[in-house]
C-alpha cells in the first residue's frame, strides 16, 4: 500500500478515541481499486469497549443508531454486540472526508481468542484473507501466523492431492463463507474468486512462508510454477492427514473428537491431550467441513440479527439492499 493510502486511511483515526489495533480490509486493498465511492472498512480492536464506546458516542455520536444511544448508551452497544452477535459492534455508512466507511470495534481479548481457537470464527476468518493493518500495539501479526498456519491445513484437507496455488487461496477465502448465510441471498456468488484475482499477490506474499514450512514438513511440493497456475502436490497419506488436524485449533479437534473419537495420552509436558481419530482423509475431511459449517452459519445469522438493529432499520436497509443487489447481479 502507498504512503499516501496509508496516510488517508490512517487519519479517520484522528476522530476516534484511541484503539489499540486497526486494519481495513476488502475492495480498498485491490491494488486497481480507484473508486472513492466504494465503503472502506476497518476493524477497531480496544481494551475496554465500554470505555471506548462512551469517549466514541461523545466525539461522534451521529455513528450510532439512535434508539441504542438513547436506550442504554455504551454498556447497551457493548453487551448487544457480546450476547446478540459475536463480540463485534459495527457502525455502517459512516460519511468521513468524502468517503463512506464501516468500522467494528472488538475487545482484543475477543479478538485474540478468536484468532487462536476459533470458536466463533468471524473475525478469524477475516484475517486469513489480505488486510492493511494500521495500528498493532499487541503484535496481532505475529498471533496471527497461528490463524494462517491452521487456515492452510484446513483447505489442504479441502483440497485433492493435485491443485494449483489459486485453487490453495480459494478454499482458505471460503472457508468463513461455508454455511454463511448471506451467502444465499446477499452475497456476490463469484466473491471467494474475485477476491482471490484482485489480491492474488497479497495472498502469495501473506502464504510464502507457511507454504515453504509445509514443504519442509513434506506435506506438499511445488510441481511447476507458472504465475497464478502454479500446481502444488500435496501427501495425502493419513500420517499427513493426522499432521494437517493437529494443525487445526482445539475447539476444532474437540467437535471432530465427538464425532470420529479421541485417544487421550499425557504429553511431555504432563498435560492430557485429545487426539482425534482418523481412519480415512475424506471422513476426517467432511467431519471438519461440517464443524466449520456449523460454526459459521450460528456465527453469520448472530451477526446478521445484532447488526440489522444495532445499524438502525435505514441504514439496515440501505446496507442490506446494496448486498442483495450484488448478489442477485451476480446470478444473472
Given at each position: 500500500?502507498?504512503?499516501?493510502?496509508?496516510?488517508?486511511?490512517?487519519?479517520?483515526?484522528?476522530?476516534?478515541?484511541?484503539?489499540?489495533?486497526?486494519?481495513?480490509?476488502?475492495?480498498?486493498?485491490?491494488?486497481?481499486?480507484?473508486?472513492?465511492?466504494?465503503?472502506?472498512?476497518?476493524?477497531?480492536?480496544?481494551?475496554?469497549?465500554?470505555?471506548?464506546?462512551?469517549?466514541?458516542?461523545?466525539?461522534?455520536?451521529?455513528?450510532?443508531?439512535?434508539?441504542?444511544?438513547?436506550?442504554?448508551?455504551?454498556?447497551?452497544?457493548?453487551?448487544?454486540?457480546?450476547?446478540?452477535?459475536?463480540?463485534?459492534?459495527?457502525?455502517?455508512?459512516?460519511?468521513?472526508?468524502?468517503?463512506?466507511?464501516?468500522?467494528?470495534?472488538?475487545?482484543?481479548?475477543?479478538?485474540?481468542?478468536?484468532?487462536?481457537?476459533?470458536?466463533?470464527?468471524?473475525?478469524?476468518?477475516?484475517?486469513?484473507?489480505?488486510?492493511?493493518?494500521?495500528?498493532?500495539?499487541?503484535?496481532?501479526?505475529?498471533?496471527?501466523?497461528?490463524?494462517?498456519?491452521?487456515?492452510?491445513?484446513?483447505?489442504?484437507?479441502?483440497?485433492?492431492?493435485?491443485?494449483?496455488?489459486?485453487?490453495?487461496?480459494?478454499?482458505?477465502?471460503?472457508?468463513?463463507?461455508?454455511?454463511d448465510l448471506r451467502m444465499f441471498f446477499a452475497?456476490?456468488?463469484?466473491?471467494?474468486?474475485?477476491?482471490?484475482?484482485?489480491?492474488?499477490?497479497?495472498?502469495?506474499?501473506?502464504?510464502?512462508?507457511?507454504?515453504?514450512?509445509?514443504?519442509?514438513?513434506?506435506?506438499?511440493?511445488?510441481?511447476?510454477?507458472?504465475?497464478?497456475?502454479?500446481?502444488?502436490?500435496?501427501?495425502?497419506?493419513?500420517?499427513?492427514?493426522?499432521?494437517?488436524v493437529s494443525s487445526l485449533p482445539a475447539s476444532?479437534?474437540?467437535?471432530?473428537?465427538?464425532?470420529?473419537?479421541?485417544?487421550?495420552?499425557?504429553?511431555?509436558?504432563?498435560?492430557?491431550?485429545?487426539?482425534?481419530?482418523?481412519?480415512?482423509?475424506?471422513?476426517?475431511?467432511?467431519?471438519?467441513?461440517?464443524?466449520?459449517?456449523?460454526?459459521?452459519?450460528?456465527?453469520?445469522?448472530?451477526?446478521?440479527?445484532?447488526?440489522?438493529?444495532?445499524?438502525?432499520?435505514?441504514?439496515?436497509?440501505?446496507?442490506?439492499?446494496?448486498?442483495?443487489?450484488?448478489?442477485?447481479?451476480?446470478?444473472?
Open positions: 500500500m502507498e504512503t499516501t493510502q496509508k496516510d488517508e486511511l490512517s487519519s479517520f483515526l484522528s476522530v476516534l478515541p484511541p484503539v489499540d489495533f486497526c486494519c481495513v480490509y476488502g475492495s480498498t486493498l485491490h491494488p486497481n481499486n480507484q473508486d472513492k465511492s466504494k465503503m472502506v472498512d476497518y476493524i477497531l480492536g480496544v481494551s475496554d469497549p465500554i470505555k471506548w464506546h462512551s469517549a466514541n458516542l461523545k466525539m461522534n455520536s451521529d455513528h450510532y443508531a439512535s434508539w441504542m444511544v438513547h436506550l442504554g448508551g455504551a454498556r447497551l452497544i457493548t453487551n448487544f454486540a457480546d450476547k446478540v452477535g459475536v463480540g463485534v459492534h459495527f457502525n455502517p455508512f459512516v460519511n468521513w472526508n468524502d468517503r463512506k466507511l464501516k468500522y467494528g470495534v472488538v475487545r482484543m481479548h475477543d479478538l485474540v481468542h478468536d484468532i487462536l481457537d476459533w470458536k466463533r470464527f468471524y473475525l478469524s476468518g477475516r484475517l486469513q484473507k489480505p488486510v492493511h493493518m494500521l495500528v498493532d500495539n499487541l503484535d496481532i501479526e505475529d498471533v496471527n501466523s497461528v490463524n494462517k498456519r491452521a487456515a492452510i491445513s484446513a483447505a489442504l484437507l479441502l483440497l485433492p492431492s493435485k491443485f494449483t496455488e489459486e485453487d490453495l487461496y480459494a478454499k482458505i477465502c471460503s472457508l468463513s463463507y461455508m454455511g452475497e456476490d456468488t463469484n466473491k471467494v474468486n474475485k477476491i482471490v484475482k484482485g489480491q492474488f499477490d497479497l495472498f502469495q506474499s501473506m502464504y510464502k512462508p507457511f507454504l515453504e514450512e509445509c514443504e519442509t514438513k513434506n506435506l506438499l511440493r511445488f510441481s511447476s510454477a507458472e504465475a497464478s497456475h502454479t500446481k502444488l502436490v500435496q501427501d495425502s497419506s493419513l500420517s499427513a492427514t493426522r499432521s494437517l476444532v479437534r474437540s467437535q471432530m473428537g465427538k464425532s470420529l473419537g479421541e485417544k487421550k495420552f499425557v504429553s511431555e509436558t504432563g498435560r492430557v491431550m485429545g487426539e482425534v481419530c482418523i481412519s480415512s482423509r475424506e471422513e476426517a475431511a467432511k467431519c471438519m467441513e461440517k464443524v466449520m459449517r456449523r460454526r459459521v452459519m450460528v456465527s453469520s445469522g448472530r451477526q446478521a440479527v445484532s447488526g440489522f438493529l444495532a445499524a438502525g432499520a435505514i441504514n439496515a436497509t440501505m446496507y442490506l439492499s446494496q448486498k442483495m443487489r450484488k448478489a442477485w447481479n451476480s446470478r444473472a
